[in-house]
């Protein structure tokens, strides 16, 4: 089992960047796929931007492709996602999710674990 805390939300202008953080309890973080996902009031949980456990390969959703970047750091049991360029579109609770497994996919529904989420806010 693991624990994902993450950090890095707040408040920004369009056009600027936000980092967020998740770190990870446990001893096996590089055996687990980890993901962002997104959830905004009104709407469903959606995939942001994937990785494998051993970090080897990145999958991204097309609305976030070419400003946001995905990373992992498994000797720190945690994982990135650089956001720039953003869109006042962007804001939503973001959550950290894990999966036991090289790779978990794009469905919310694959992931077993979950942070308890960090509010980005983008102002125009």
């Known amino acids: 089992q693991v624990q994902l805390v993450e950090s890095g939300g707040g408040w920004v202008q369009a056009g600027g960047s936000l980092r967020l953080s998740c770190a990870a309890s446990g001893r096996t973080f590089s055996t687990y796929a980890m993901a962002w996902f997104r959830q905004a009031p009104g709407t469903e949980r959606e995939f942001v931007a994937g990785?494998?456990?051993?970090?080897?390969?990145?999958s991204y959703a097309d609305s976030v492709k070419g400003r946001f970047t995905i990373s992992r750091d498994n000797a720190k049991n945690t994982v990135y996602l650089q956001m720039n360029s953003l869109e006042p579109e962007d804001t939503a609770v973001y959550y950290c999710?894990?999966?036991?497994?090289?790779?978990?996919?794009?469905?919310?529904?694959?992931?077993?674990?979950w942070g308890q989420g960090t509010q980005v806010t983008v102002s125009s």
């Open positions: 999710a894990a999966a036991p497994r090289l790779w978990a996919g794009t469905s919310r529904h694959e992931y077993e674990y």
């Open positions: 990785i494998t456990s051993r970090g080897s390969s990145t």
